[in-house]
């Protein structure tokens, strides 16, 4: 466990319970997940129980418990995504990268997920592959897009 | 940026800034909202960047990105001032010829301005396109001339201009006051009297209160808060020190949606501006003031879009709702008296302080005033975000400013208030939208999403989802919510896998009875809508669906076939590529057959076949 690290981390902020859900979201970008002994010394830090630390953990959707892909997709099943056929390009992702849904691919590069709406919904069907937007994405742009992080 | 420590110092600032900005200096203005943003505006501005500097325009042109210019559909989108031409589905290779064109040339390139679906008719400037001249915007006015990271632009267009009013003319009690007369409603969805809930704040006991911004904006198909924290965040900065002053609070928060986060940079942007100029923080313009907000960012949980649910996510807890009685204005942020209110509607109280109660009272309908930001989307030509005043009917929005639905197909049904709303049917077209019609036929305001619907769309899919969507949502907290959901889900699976019974039906009425009346929190209380509302009006679907195994719409697949029409198909074996299960098969440049027994029905060889070989019925 690099100590240091989750000072720098704890050093953002004052130390107190409230401070709690910002800690874990800054571990979770910056290494892709949270980890168990990192959980416990921000719990000891901030004063607040480990089970109340891993409720919220298990609770919102963007922390995981496990290492994320390299390449995090996130693929838009908003209401104008999934009336545009944004479930057809799920079962194309997961075709083609060979992953389900919630989970990572065995090499460590892929990890797919659905999101309820990323707020381009003009634009739909909408996906994300790490920070950049992909519009309009039917199934035969698929290949093409995967192609760049292959 | 200097620090203002008086209101005459604002305003002379304000006049340099003014006279520095030449309005008839030539600008470029690349639309970076929701909508253009992942249709390449990044590309497009840097091409402009080296167009300009070819043609040795750099100087003389100001470049810059702007909020969201409404009309998505046909973006990129492209401002080119002081002419106010505006252009759209701009591409890389456009740049060169509007360079050239246009800012050489003045002339205009034809082939890049709106056409009329119907008249086609083109026209090149804002006020002549029906989808903008239809228009009232308060909220939007300023999001596609203004560039979101600069404050000056903002001082120039009048922003920070109520601090004047609110600190040295008026008493807290009569911004409260204001606010109330003007008839501002929530604009996150229940349409609570704003002006009342900070006179409740306002009047209880504590010396600490807080603000909070709810910029949790989950509702899929909404992006009308995203567009604004983006791009306009100092409105709504200004907002919340109006509303601080008005009922005494020193701390704000800006919770913002973890899928938001060109949002949160924006606003964090803003907010160090702001301290910089003095607006936030301590003595704010020597009025005695304090103020200062941080930014909390969601975690990704639609329920925390709920005010208590988000609350308690801001004290580091999981964002489950609490009963309600108290209040958060008598009871929220730690247990104290806490203002919390949606993006849009703290973006309006600048402009109600500075034109006034009245003016703002003036526009709307008796008991909906002002304008409402929705999103417009779906089966509609012009997708994107229109801003009008409450009353506008439903057909206007969808015909005169959407420009109908597209390849002329049939009208089906309008859904607002996302996930907690209803399926609005034909005959309520001319239906005048504000927060008390909407209730009566059994949808709601919600936050402004707008989800136009054709016959394509199956209603009781529709249904299915957003019953799918609040089931993933709900926090588990209470019984008739979770267990609820739960068994809807289930029924609806059922319905449209062909297993459905019309007992079902009345089951589901049942439920609904139930989660209406004894949930915690609105996410299951107006779960029941969507369900509701499609039983009401599209009972017929639902029939064919239990009785005929049938979905009319072609959309559930459990009941769906796929065949290849061997007349027509060329064997070019891209439906065979695609196929997630190997199901099709043939000899190559002859016709595919697809295996019935394998297939899943999941509809992609019928999106890829460039033959429209691929028959689903």
Redesign the interface.
């Known amino acids: 466990m690099d100590q240091a690290r989750l000072d720098s981390i704890l050093s953002r902020y004052g130390g107190e319970p409230y401070d709690l859900i910002p800690v874990l979201q800054d571990i979770q970008d910056g290494y892709g997940f949270l980890p168990k002994e990192e959980l416990k010394v921000v719990a000891k830090s901030l004063q607040v129980p480990v089970t109340q630390v891993y409720s919220v953990a298990t609770f919102y959707k963007m922390f995981s418990l496990v290492p994320k892909g390299r390449n995090q997709l996130k693929v838009c099943l908003g209401t104008t995504c999934h009336l545009k056929g944004g479930n057809r390009l799920v079962d194309s992702l997961e075709s083609r990268l060979g992953v389900e849904v919630g989970y990572t691919s065995k090499d460590g590069e892929f990890s797919l997920e659905t999101v309820g709406c990323l707020g381009s919904c003009a634009q739909a069907p909408v996906m994300m592959i790490n920070d950049k937007y992909y519009a309009r994405v039917t199934a035969d742009k698929v290949p093409k897009i995967l192609k760049m992080y292959q | 940026m200097p620090r203002f420590e008086s209101v005459d110092h604002l305003t002379q600032y304000r006049r340099e800034v003014k006279a520095r900005l030449d309005p008839e200096r030539p600008q470029v203005l690349v639309c970076a909202g929701?909508?253009c943003?992942?249709?390449g505006s990044e590309e497009v501005a840097e091409a402009f960047k080296e167009a300009l500097a070819e043609k040795g325009l750099d100087a003389k042109v100001a470049l810059k990105s702007s909020g969201c210019q409404g009309l998505?559909?046909l973006?990129v989108r492209v401002l080119i001032r002081p002419q106010e031409i505006t252009y759209q589905k701009v591409t890389v290779e456009d740049v060169p010829e509007i360079v050239e064109t246009t800012l050489v040339n003045k002339a205009i390139v034809d082939r890049l301005i709106y056409q009329d679906p119907a008249t086609e008719a083109k026209s090149a400037h804002k006020g002549e396109i029906p989808f903008y001249k239809n228009q009232q915007p308060i909220v939007l006015r300023k999001l596609d001339i203004l560039d979101p990271e600069s404050l000056d632009e903002y001082l120039a267009l009048g922003g920070y201009r109520s601090l004047r009013k609110i600190f040295f003319q008026m008493t807290p009690e009569q911004v409260v006051d204001a606010v109330e007369s003007s008839g501002l409603r929530g604009r996150g969805g229940a349409g609570f009297p704003t002006g009342r809930k900070w006179r409740i704040c306002r009047e209880a006991e504590g010396a600490v209160k807080f603000i909070i911004c709810n910029g949790d904006?989950?509702?899929?198909?909404?992006?009308m808060d995203?567009a604004v924290m983006e791009g306009d965040p100092h409105a709504v900065i200004e907002g919340m020190i109006v509303g601080a002053y008005a009922i005494g609070a020193r701390q704000g928060h800006i919770y913002v949606r973890?899928?938001?986060?060109l949002a949160v940079k924006r606003l964090k942007i803003a907010i160090e501006q702001a301290r910089e100029a003095g607006f936030l923080g301590k003595n704010i313009l020597r009025s005695g003031f304090d103020f200062d907000i941080k930014v909390?960012?969601?975690?990704?949980?639609?329920v925390c879009g709920e005010e208590t649910a988000l609350i308690n996510?801001?004290?580091?807890?999981?964002?489950e709702p609490d009963n309600r009685p108290p209040y958060p204005a008598q009871s929220g942020l730690f247990g104290l008296p806490t203002v919390i209110n949606n993006v849009e509607t703290w973006a309006n109280v600048p402009e109600i302080i500075n034109m006034g109660a009245d003016w703002y009272a003036a526009i709307g309908t008796e008991k909906s005033k002002g304008t409402k930001v929705f999103?417009l989307?779906?089966?509609v030509n012009h997708?994107?975000l229109v801003e009008v005043p409450m009353g506008t009917s439903l057909r206007q929005i969808v015909y005169d400013l959407g420009g109908g639905i597209p390849e002329g197909r049939p009208f089906k049904a309008v859904?607002t208030g996302?996930p907690s709303g209803g399926c609005i049917p034909e005959q309520f077209l001319d239906l005048p939208v504000d927060y008390d019609s909407l209730q009566e036929v059994g949808s709601i305001m919600g936050s402004g999403?707008m989800?136009v619907?054709d016959n394509t769309?199956c209603m009781v899919d529709?249904a299915r989802?957003?019953i799918g969507?609040l089931h993933a949502?709900s926090?588990g907290k209470c019984t008739p919510c979770r267990e609820g959901l739960t068994q809807l889900k289930y029924i609806y699976e059922e319905i449209t896998s062909g297993r459905g019974e019309m007992e079902h039906l009345t089951l589901m009425e049942d439920l609904c009875r139930a989660m209406a009346s004894a949930s915690i929190c609105g996410l299951g209380q107006s779960a029941v809508n969507p369900v509701l509302s499609t039983l009401k009006y599209f009972r017929d679907e639902y029939e064919a669906h239990i009785k005929e195994k049938k979905c009319p719409a072609l959309v559930c697949r459990p009941l769906l076939k796929y065949t290849i029409d061997p007349e027509t198909c060329t064997g070019c074996l891209?439906c065979v590529r695609?196929c997630?299960v190997g199901a099709i098969s043939g000899v190559k440049k002859e016709a595919q057959e697809i295996d019935q027994e394998l297939c899943i029905k999941?509809?992609?060889c019928y999106?890829?076949c460039q033959f429209d070989s691929v028959k689903r019925e």
């Open positions: 929701p909508g943003l992942p249709l998505c559909a973006g904006e989950g509702d899929p198909g909404a992006f995203r973890h899928e938001y986060p909390s960012q969601g975690s990704g949980a639609f996510s801001i004290e580091g807890f999981i964002g999103s989307v779906g089966a997708t994107g859904q996302g999403g989800i619907m769309s529709v989802y957003f969507f949502e926090c891209a695609e997630p999941c509809g992609l999106e890829v």
